[in-house]
């Protein structure tokens, strides 16, 4: 989800939402923040360019709910960046 282009975000998620099952669970880990763009990641001994869409927590939640997902779980970590961590879980949207 790192790399993916914001306008694919919503039909990856459905996607997962359509491989897994009722109960399955799912963990994103991603970078927060506004936008999306080409960036030189040079942290990994390379200076090849790779594609990053960052992410805030109340948009990207409201995408997995729309997808068919419950977020039970969602937390952040600095280091060079702020990372978010989301738990969620399949939940069955045709009730």
């Known amino acids: 989800m790192l790399h993916i282009p914001r306008q694919a ?11 897994i099952r ?8 991603l970078t927060e923040g506004d936008g999306e763009g080409w960036e ?25 709910v ?9 937390s952040q970590t600095r280091s060079s960046r702020t990372w978010l961590a989301l738990h969620a879980h399949r939940v069955n949207t045709n009730q």
């Open 66 to 74: 729309t997808a068919g997902f419950k977020v039970h779980h969602a």
């Open 22 to 29: 009722l109960g399955g669970q799912l963990y994103l880990n």
């Open 9 to 19: 975000v919503p039909t990856v998620l459905g996607e997962f939402a359509r491989a």
């Open 40 to 64: 030189i990641a040079s942290n990994y001994g390379s200076n090849r360019r790779r594609w990053f869409t960052f992410h805030r927590l109340p948009d990207l939640t409201a995408l997995l």
